[in-house]
């Protein structure tokens, strides 16, 4: 899977001494596509702070799996430049470059040269959606996936022709058939990762306010996300009851929706700014000294109000005092401190792997405080995974939109976590955790996932994880 790291040529800094990769200036009709507007294009400065040194491309998941260097950062960098400077246009040939790259942001942790690749490749992505147009079974697509996902009450009305689906065995024919990926590769991605669905996923259950176990430490808000609402009900299950039982009185505003990641990621601007601005009114007067959100990839975008929404005059203000407050509940955790006692979970020694989810441990930088928690728990010991920091190829809809890609580092990743030889993977992201179980299932592996906080809950409580329901691939 490891490609070869040879740098473009021998003077960093400089383009490519061979000029066949500018002849990608006409679409694939051979027609010219405009560049970047004048709305936020990639920064000049931003662009200039990287050398070429190829650091990043050892931690680049679609470098290593593609092998191209276009399809690197610092490929995706000189793209950038170039269409600033009017050498070449955004063209499908330029644009499947860009599409290619998962946003892990492994590259920002990596680069010695400190550049800011996420603030590029997010500048990038609405450009291309305003100035690119895609082809039309490509845009009907993305219709499909930015107007159902973001919106839990829109995928609850899914919910039961999908439990049909399962319960009736369909499910199992249309995957034994195969013959959804030979319509459509895309779709069966999509299908491929349909969680099992569970009676709690037909309505929230979690009352507004839930008040602390004793003495009253902090009043904290609480988002329960998209995803993890309908398929993961559990986990914030478990996080209202170790925040309570940690001294937090815990307010879930009835009225907040999806944290706006999902467009976000993928450069639907418009959308994501109008579903910010709906989770910033939906806290406003609550009186919290924290917002808390156990997913990460809807951590690393909440925290990012503050530059989704520089440009609205009403919000802006608005939105970066929402950000400062934002905290994912591990992080949270860890600060303020654990003051109940934790119970051992398992009658022997357990031994867990934790997966590092892409938009806690590069976007967030959190990587020490999930490890910290969990070996607070009596008689648990961690192993790491080879490439610990390498992207499982989730990535938000990523796996929905280059499964080829997505697929092969699944497998990898899953492998990676398999010779550990753990007893059972801990994993903060519900998108992580879907992909994580997929290719679990397509290697006839069965191991439990569960989320740290989930964890953290059972022995709380002085339960133990004799059978761990919901953990393990479905049929």
């Known amino acids: 899977m490891q490609a070869s790291e040879t740098p473009l040529n021998d003077r960093a800094g400089s383009k490519p001494a061979n000029s066949s990769w500018l002849k990608v200036n006409q679409d694939s009709n051979g027609g010219m596509i405009s560049g970047f507007d004048a709305q936020h294009p990639p920064e000049p400065k931003l662009i200039d702070a990287c050398v070429h040194c190829g650091f990043c491309l050892s931690t680049c998941p679609s470098y290593r799996v593609m092998g191209k260097e276009m399809d690197s950062p610092r490929g995706r960098i000189y793209l950038m430049d170039a269409i600033n400077e009017g050498e070449i246009s955004l063209n499908t040939a330029t644009v499947k470059h860009f599409d290619s790259c998962l946003g892990c942001l492994a590259c920002v942790t990596t680069c010695p040269s400190g550049v800011q690749y996420d603030r590029l490749i997010t500048a990038t992505r609405p450009q291309i959606e305003r100035n690119y147009p895609r082809s039309l079974p490509d845009k009907v697509y993305r219709k499909l ?112 929706g999806c944290c706006a990641a999902l467009p976000h990621h993928q450069g639907q601007e418009a959308q994501a700014q109008e579903i910010a601005r709906q989770m910033i009114d939906s806290f406003a007067n609550t009186g919290v000294d924290a917002i808390i959100i156990n997913a990460a990839g809807c951590g690393h975008t909440l925290k990012e109000y503050g530059r989704l929404l520089q440009d609205d005059l009403e919000y802006r203000e608005k939105a970066e005092e929402f950000a400062l407050k934002v905290k994912d509940v591990q992080e949270f955790l860890a600060t303020v401190g654990l003051t109940t006692k934790l119970s051992p979970l398992t009658a022997q020694p357990l031994t867990l792997v934790y997966q590092d989810a892409c938009h806690l441990l590069h976007g967030q930088k959190i990587g020490v405080q999930p490890r910290q928690l969990l070996l607070q728990i009596p008689s648990v010991k961690l192993r790491e995974p080879v490439d610990a920091a390498l992207c499982c190829g989730s990535a938000g809809v990523y796996n929905m939109l280059q499964p080829e890609i997505a697929d092969a580092l699944g497998k990898q990743k899953v492998q990676n976590l398999l010779n550990t030889g753990a007893d059972m993977i801990a994993s903060a992201n519900p998108g992580c955790t879907l992909q994580l179980l997929k290719h679990l299932q397509s290697q006839d592996k069965v191991i439990p996932i569960m989320h740290p906080i989930e964890l953290l809950d059972y022995s709380i409580r002085g339960a133990k994880l004799d059978q761990v329901e919901d953990s393990v691939p479905v049929d």
């Open 145 to 256: 996936i930015f107007s159902l996902f973001p919106y839990p009450n829109r995928l609850r009305i899914l919910l039961a022709p999908l439990l049909l689906y399962q319960k009736s065995g369909l499910q199992k024919l249309v995957r034994g058939t195969g013959l959804l990926k030979l319509l459509s590769p895309r779709l069966a991605a999509m299908e491929s990762n349909l969680p099992q669905i569970s009676p709690d996923a037909f309505q929230d259950t979690l009352p507004e306010v839930i008040p602390a176990q004793g003495e009253q430490r902090y009043r904290v808000g609480m988002i329960l996300g998209c995803v993890q609402r309908l398929f993961f009900s559990r986990v914030n299950a478990a996080t209202v009851r170790v925040l309570t039982a940690n001294g937090c009185e815990v307010v879930i505003p009835k009225s907040q």
